[in-house]
Nanobody
Framework: QVQLVESGGGLVQAGGSLRLSCVAS????????MGWFRQAPGKEREFVAA????????LYADSVKGRFTIARDNSKNTLYLQMNSLKPEDPAVYYC?????????????????WGQGTQVTVSS
């Protein structure tokens, strides 16, 4: 069992930056693959980025590639999403997800544990 808590969301102007954090607690030892998803109003939850348990492999959605960076610090049980050059189409509730898995997964149903989400709002 893993509990996840996101933070770092807020209001930022287009072109600005935010860093989201996700702190994990509970049974965090072992090979835990993690990812970020987002859900905008009226839209389905979509994949943003994923990272392997060792942090050496990652995967990004085309819409955020080159602007967002995923990272993890296993010593702090924390996942990060650095978001630069934010665009008006980026606002959404961003969710942290985790699973006891070595595979980088991009489908929401493939993740077992989820945080409560953190709101990101971009003004133009």
């Amino acid at each position: 069992q893993v509990q996840l808590v996101e933070s770092g969301g807020g209001l930022v102007q287009a072109g600005g930056s935010l860093r989201l954090s996700c702190v994990a607690s509970g049974r965090t030892f072992g090979s835990v693959a993690m990812g970020w998803f987002r859900q905008a109003p009226g839209k389905e939850r979509e994949f943003v980025a994923a990272i392997s348990w060792g942090g050496s492999s990652n995967l990004y959605a085309d819409s955020v590639k080159g602007r967002f960076t995923i990272a993890r610090d296993n010593s702090k049980n924390t996942l990060y999403l650095q978001m630069n050059s934010l665009k008006p189409e980026d606002p959404a509730v961003y969710y942290c997800a985790a699973n006891y898995d070595l595979i980088l997964r991009t489908v929401p149903v493939e993740y077992e544990y989820w945080g409560q989400g953190t709101q990101v709002t971009v003004s133009s």
